[in-house]
Each structure stands twice: as structure tokens, then as C-alpha cells.
């Protein structure tokens, strides 16, 4: 349906092109998985290392799709009845030391403010100011409880006041020493939700609440199936009587923790003194949750989908929709297929489609798929010519790489079904990767041979703290959950023999 | 029309709990300006201030608005071709002195993290691991142009690379001594726009482009008149060769600066070598702009728009619209209300306004009636058994106090249009404030008595920092501006006498 001779010309160059991009084409994953994501992010113009140990650049590719992330769960947590509120920078040293167990588990990776000014040197540059030492060094918030309840102690002084539901959108620092982009850095961008109620049983609710909104969130809009489970004691947030996780299965069969939500009991109450009168009259300490996600959530959507080729974005997330690539010699042409296409531009974006009309002409078409491919595009549409005066215009899909030439006037409504398409089938694919590397295992030197193919082993536990320490030491797997929704299944560790009344889910993990 | 018995109960109620709320009723603001700003932040619950010297708590209320200013600035910032990114939140030291007038202007009030790890202290506590010493210490940014030119610098190799159009939100920290919530604070939230360019001109043309975003947002969505200006060199940001700014008048007569934008010249170009080949091959310095807005927006409207009984704000940016208080007697009647109105509520919201229907019944109607007055609700009804069998409503619009009976019928329409009228009222109330208050002055002598009342002096100037200097020594005023717009008239320095071709605005300043 092309002309050819131009088609051969463009083939020509797209082949010149594709070459110069071979060129920097990616590390398959499965010559080093690793290797691939820390290319995929930089050459998706994701985000970059920056030049501050530990701290990444989020480049406005990244960031635009971490917006959309941002404004969805937003938008849920509005729906539960959330607000938003906005909480120092700064924590005070003493506030950490305040929950014995919370300190412990932070203590060891602050960034630590101990000066409020610089003096110019001798030689021009500037040094911290030796008499501008703070009385107490402050913290830069890893996580924001102790500075959350310290105010809600001011906040809350009888059940009327109760509950408080709010959440946080901010940066937090916790010094990492191997940091990797998006998945483990110094700098992260999170929310943070805390909330206060009168009832043990109330914030227990929330918790298991706001655990559903992760799972619904990650299955809906990142199409990442997940796991809700409970944490064991080792591996539980500083500071909670439960953390419960949603967990995620990376290609490489590794396990993402993707979100937590802790029930916080009444310890930060306690460790801040927040109090208040029930509606008897007597006084009882409030009940706490504290749940959140990171922009580490954007490390398991690359890892969930992408392939060799770079990224593929659900549409539910995706910055662009469609990006159209006019093929064309001169400007008339360009002309000729821009009015031609402008229906069909209109009626996308009538839709909430994001649409993009690539005319760069200092990028020739072949480089421009190989562009959209890289970025993720859920789909390309193509036009020359030929297919103008034959009303035809292809379409490519960016998961599964199927190309059809679909008629003009169809084409609106091919586009869009061809989105929920995707949108349904990248959530197929990585659920049929996770069950095709989930499996139970019965004894432990099955489980030994098991853990190296990678993937989620279900095996029998006996609730120990000192077993789950000697199957890491042996293994490095840790327990990734006690699924809640799991089966109830008597059977017998598989370390000691001794009883266990559910299988658990163990998995190496980012 | 209404239930006259009622009625006087509901009154009698009001009374009392009107004279509740009178206890903690706010200073007026003829008595103390200041102090009525600060009462108004707290009890309207915008805001407070946090154990952490300097940085301030902004409460779930007054978060909402903040979301309001920044979604639709966002979308203009969008809508004019920018995009988000994220930078790091620490600057190495030595980036800071880069460029030598702007480590000038911000190495004095610098946050310095040196260590990056606690330790258990033998009490209990924890102190700074001595060993966990930064070799470089980090300064917390109290303003990105520095990360982010640095960055730049890998992004910008030839004029195709150009412009980068980048917008980041983002907290910043610059230490004060003397805070105030919104106004002044040693962590402020806000948004930095920074962009590169192949040319001057263009650099100058986005400069001018962004301020009259700026002032389009603080007009038509703030509904505050500004005046847009150039600052004078002793005004400037440290690092810029020309700073524009918006001024607005509070209504204490004192000016506020409500935006700035930059033109950089090559100042942070040359400052972090970044290059670019022209389209002739040639190499040259990239062009620069940077531009800003923070939480201190929501000082400039509070103090625009709010009156004794609280705030004011304009229907563009109120979290809620419309306020609905029902006043009845038991579960029955408040259901026969809830029924009535459902169709009236379901067109509001029909129409994109947040709309309460505020049923608490732990609190009195003129509890509410001054909760939503305080806390500015653009429009409150009321409706009681009386107006339900009459099928009228009461509509009260909180600019100007008026209430005026209502046929449900009408309601929906009539609110709108109340709400329109009000965006518009707001700002033409400030517009003939800022004009009563805006007059020229001729003389030295005048000017120093015409000061003391306040407002905008329109004055002659010499152009001279010394000139400049000695009147705010003698006076506490500054020149907020050299007006964009404003008249061309040859006139002579009210102070030295020497020529001047331009009045500039003189006025005292938050």
C-alpha cells in the first residue's frame, strides 16, 4: 500500500537509523537483567544518577509518568476520605529517639543538619560557619511519624476529633550505601499516610483499607498483579505491631515490595503522649496506621513489562497514547497528511487520549520508531502516501509489536480498543509470568534447588525468627509474606519440621 | 418564612454559641494588622507553626487551597510547552560558590548536613556518629539553579537540544530568623522553573512570558491586581542580570512580591561551562531563565482578600464552594431536608463545585454559620422546615455578607452566578483598594510623610543604588518596582534632584 520507491528510501534511511540506534540498543535481559534496567532508565530518559552520592535526576519523561501514578492514588485517597497536609522537613534528633524500636530502625541512615550557615574562605569558596551550630542537630525526615504525632498531639483532644485521616506528599532521606535508580536511593519522592482513631479495631480497618488501594492501584492502573500479606516480625516497619505488603514478581523472578501499610497500635500514642477522652469520659491512648509507596513503585513498572526493546507502558499510565509518525517528502505532504489525520487527532483527544504528531524533520521515521518503542508507547500509528490515497493508516502495538492497516475512518475506534486491549494484556502476561514461577515446595534441600531458577516458593514454616534467619543466611530468600488471602493448610516446616498451620511466601528480592 | 419558634431557639442557640466563638473571635484588623494575620492562619486552620524552628505545619484546609493554586498553575506552566522534572534536594558545597554572586546572596542562610549516620548514645538516646563525617558537606537547596546546571551540562550538546523548558516542585529550605506562617519560613513549599535557551532574545521573551503567567494566575484566579515591574540591582536574585517580578498591595498598604522571574544571561551557563553548537557549528554559553512561586502565595491572599470575620477567598480556589446547614429538629426533618435538596446539590456538583452538606449535629448552626464565614466559603445556604414548605432557600455570599431568600428552583443558577460575582467582586474590591492607596509623590519631604500612611508611592528616582539605599535607611521603603507599563515621563530625583525618565514604586514591604 506504500509507494515503494519512497518506501525503499525510507527503509534505506530507517535502516541507517536503526543502526546508529543498534548502536546503543540495550543489553538483552537475559544475558544481565541488571545490566538492562540501569540502561533502560537512563536511555528512556527516565531519570539519571546525579552527582550527589545516592540521589537521582527524575528527567521529565520519568516524572511525567510518576505524575500520572501520583494524581491516580491521589485521587483514591480522596475517595477514602483522605486529605493531604504538608509536615517539616526537619525532625528533631530527639523526636527519632522518643519510639525504642523506631530509632533502631532509622537511626543508622540520617542525614544529619548540624550547621544554619556558610562563611565565604580565604581562597573564595565558602566553609560551614563554626558558629553556626544548631543546639540540636536535626534529621532529615526518613519517614515522618514521630514529627506527625508530636503535632497531633495538639490536634486531638476528644473522639469528636477522631479520626484523622491524612496523608503526605513529600521527599524523604534514608543514607543508602548501594543505591540503584528508582528501586534503592538516598532521595526518594513518596506519600505518606497517618492516621489517628479511637478504636483498635477501627485503625485496623484502615490499614487493611488502604492495602486494598495499593493492590487496586498496582492491578488497575500499573497492571501488576500482587500478593497482600502480612510481614514477619524481622522484616516489619521500626515502630508497627503489623506491617502488611503488597509484593510483586520482577521478570527475573525477584520479589518487589510495591507498598506497605502499617497498624501502628498505640506505641507513637505512647512514645508522643496523645491521649484522648472517649465519649465515657475516660482517657485512652489513639490508635495509629501509617501506609505508603514510593517512586520505587516506578522500578517495578519497568521491571514488571518491559522487554528488549524498552519500555511498555500501560495506557492507564502512559505520558503519550499515541504517537503518530507522518512519512513524507517536502512540506506539502507533510501538509496533505496532517489535514487528513487532524479527524482522527480530534476524536482521540476528545477521548482523554494524549496524542503526539511527530513532525520533527530532523529525525527521520525509522529513528522515531525505535524511539517510541524504547519509551514505552502503548501505540504507534504510521502514515505515507500511499496509504493516503488509499485512506489507510497502520497501526502498531507496542506489547505484543503487531502491525495492521487499519481504514482511516476505523481508525479511532481501533486505537482505542486496542489500548484496553494492552491495558488488559500486560496485566495477563505478568500474572502468567508470576504463575508459571510460583510453586510449593516440601522439603528444604528442594527448596535450596528451587530458590536458584528464582521465582515465589510457598513452603511451610514454623513461625521462628531463628529459622527465617538461617534460611536467609543459607538462601538469601526471605519470607516476602504470610498471604492473607492464603489457604489454610496444615503441614511442617520444612527447616525444623516443627508445625505450621499455612504455607508462606519466600523469594530473593529487590 | 420561617418556623418563627424555631427560629427563635435556633437564634437563642446562635446567640450562645455565637458568644463561644466571639471568645476566640480574631483581633480586628484596624487594631493589629499583623496580629490579625496571625490569628486568622491558625484559626482557620491554614497553618501553624512547628517544634522545628522556622518550619511550618500547613493544616489539611489550608493544604487544599495550596493544591488548588498549584494544579491550575501546573496547567498553565503545561499549557505554555514546560515540563516536570525532580533534582536532588542536597547541593555539594562547592556548587554553591560556583557562580560568585549568588553564593553571595544565599550562602548566609544555608541548612548543612555533615553526617550521614546516629549512633546510640550510653543513655538511650542517640547522638552523631563522628565517623559517619560527610567529606563534602551538603547544603539543603535553598534554590536549584546550581544541581540543576550542572545537570544541564549533560543534556545540552548542540541547538537541537534547545530550549529545555523544566518546571520542578519542590521544598526548599533557606534559614530565617524572623519567620511567619506563609510569608516568611525557613522550609517553604514552591515551584522552580528553569530553562535553557540558543538565544538571548528568546531567554528575555520566556522571562517576560512566565511573569505574565504569573500575573494572569494572581489576577484571574487569586483575584489580586499586581503591578509587573523590574526589580532594581540591590532587588535582584544573586546570579540574575535582570529580575521581574508581580507586586501586589495587602491591605495594610504594604507590598508584597507575589512572583519573580529571571533572565540569567550566561551567568550559570559560564558558571558550570555549558555549550551548545549553534546551527552554524559555532560553539556559545546557553541562555538561561529561572522563575518562581511558593507557599508565600498564600500569605499575599489571605492578606488581600479576608476581613475581621476571617477569610475570603475567591471561588477559583476555594476548596469548598458551597456550604449547605440545614436546621431541623431529629433524624425526620433533617432527612425531609436531605431529600429536598438532593436535586439542587446534585446540579452544583453537576457544575464542578464542591458542595457540604454539613450534618454534623454535635455542632449548632451558628457554630457553622461562623466556621464557614472564618474559613471563607464563598456561599453558605440555609435552609430550615419553614423555607422547605415555601420551597425557598436562604443564599448568603460571604464577600459582602448579603443573604437573600431564594426559590429552590432558582437556587442552582443563582448560586453561580453569586460565585462569579464574587471572583470578580474580590478582585475589584482590591483593585479600588490598591487605587485609593496609590498616589505620586514630588517631593523628598512628602514622600516621608506620604509613607507613613502606607501604599504605593509613585516616585522619581535617579537610577542610583545610593539614592536607593539612603531612602530605605531613612524610611523602611523600598522600590518594589520599575513598572513595565508604566508611563515614560521625564521628572527629577526626589532626593538628588537629578534626572529621571520613569517613576518607580516605592512602598514598605513584606
Redesign the interface.
Known amino acids: 500500500m506504500y509507494d515503494f520507491e519512497f518506501l525503499l528510501l525510507q527503509h534505506t534511511k530507517f535502516i541507517k537509523n536503526r543502526s546508529i540506534f543498534m548502536a546503543s540498543k540495550l543489553t538483552p535481559r537475559s544475558t544481565d537483567y541488571s545490566k538492562w534496567y540501569n540502561e533502560l532508565v537512563v536511555n528512556a530518559d527516565l531519570a539519571?544518577h546525579?552527582?550527589?552520592k545516592g540521589?537521582?535526576?527524575?528527567?521529565?519523561y520519568g516524572?511525567?509518568i510518576w505524575?500520572k501514578m501520583k494524581d491516580q492514588l491521589d485521587r483514591m485517597f480522596k475517595e477514602t476520605g483522605h486529605?493531604?497536609?504538608?509536615?517539616?522537613?526537619?525532625?528533631?534528633?530527639?523526636y527519632?529517639?522518643k519510639e525504642a524500636d523506631h530509632?533502631e530502625g532509622f537511626?543508622?541512615?540520617?542525614?544529619?543538619?548540624?550547621?544554619?550557615?556558610?562563611?565565604?574562605s580565604e581562597d573564595?569558596?565558602?566553609v560551614?560557619d563554626p558558629d553556626a551550630k544548631l543546639e540540636e542537630?536535626?534529621?532529615?525526615r526518613p519517614t515522618s511519624e514521630t514529627?506527625i504525632w508530636?503535632?497531633y498531639k495538639?490536634w486531638i483532644q476528644s473522639y469528636?476529633d477522631l479520626p484523622i485521616l491524612?496523608n503526605q506528599w513529600?521527599?524523604v532521606?534514608r543514607?543508602e550505601m548501594r543505591t540503584r535508580l528508582f528501586l534503592r536511593t538516598t532521595?526518594f519522592?513518596w506519600q505518606e499516610g497517618h492516621t489517628a482513631h479511637a478504636t483498635k479495631e477501627e485503625a485496623i480497618e484502615e490499614t487493611h483499607k488502604m492495602l486494598d488501594v495499593y493492590a487496586e492501584f498496582a492491578e488497575k492502573y500499573m497492571a501488576i498483579p500482587v500478593i497482600k500479606g502480612v510481614k514477619t516480625a524481622s522484616e516489619r516497619f521500626a515502630g508497627a505491631v503489623d506491617t502488611l505488603c503488597i509484593e510483586a514478581m520482577m521478570q527475573d523472578g525477584k520479589a518487589l515490595q510495591a507498598g506497605t501499610s502499617h497498624f501502628l497500635g498505640q506505641n507513637f500514642a505512647k512514645a508522643f503522649d496523645v491521649k484522648f477522652a472517649g465519649k465515657d469520659g475516660g482517657m485512652d491512648y489513639v490508635w495509629a496506621t501509617s501506609w505508603g509507596v514510593s517512586t520505587r513503585l516506578m522500578g517495578a513498572l519497568i521491571m514488571t513489562h518491559s522487554d528488549d526493546q524498552g519500555l511498555r507502558l500501560p495506557p492507564s499510565l502512559a505520558p503519550i497514547h499515541v504517537a503518530i509518525v507522518p512519512i513524507y517528502k517536502g512540506e506539502e505532504q507533510l501538509e496533505e497528511i496532517r489535514e487528513k489525520l487532524d479527524g482522527l487527532i480530534q476524536s482521540l483527544r476528545a477521548a482523554g487520549l494524549v496524542v503526539k504528531f511527530d513532525d520533527d524533520d530532523?529525525k527521520k521515521p525509522g529513528w522515531k520508531f525505535a524511539e517510541y518503542e524504547l519509551k514505552g508507547v502503548p501505540v504507534r500509528l504510521a502514515v505515507g502516501q500511499r496509504d493516503l490515497s488509499n485512506n489507510m493508516i497502520e497501526v502498531a502495538r507496542r506489547d505484543t509489536g503487531e502491525k495492521v492497516m487499519v481504514s482511516m475512518d476505523e481508525a479511532a475506534g481501533q486505537v482505542q480498543r486496542i489500548l484496553d486491549e494492552i491495558q488488559k494484556n500486560l496485566f495477563d502476561d505478568a500474572f502468567a509470568h508470576r504463575a508459571a514461577n510460583s510453586r510449593k515446595v516440601e522439603s528444604y534441600a528442594e527448596f535450596k534447588e528451587e530458590i536458584e531458577k528464582g521465582g515465589f516458593l510457598y513452603a511451610h514454616w514454623d513461625g521462628t525468627a531463628e529459622t527465617e534467619a538461617k534460611i536467609k543466611e543459607d538462601t538469601k530468600a526471605t519470607i516476602r509474606c504470610i498471604p492473607i488471602d492464603g489457604e489454610q493448610e496444615e503441614g511442617k516446616c520444612m527447616v525444623t519440621g516443627n508445625p505450621s498451620s499455612q504455607r508462606v511466601i519466600f523469594a530473593r528480592a529487590y
Open positions: 539519571q546525579s552527582d550527589v540521589c537521582m535526576i527524575i528527567k521529565p516524572y511525567a505524575e486529605q493531604n497536609a504538608y509536615f517539616p522537613l526537619f525532625i528533631p534528633k530527639s527519632l529517639s530509632v537511626a543508622k541512615e540520617c542525614a544529619v543538619v548540624t550547621h544554619y550557615r556558610l562563611k565565604t573564595g569558596g565558602v560551614v542537630e536535626l534529621i532529615v514529627i508530636n503535632t495538639g469528636r491524612v513529600a521527599n532521606v543514607w532521595e519522592l530532523t
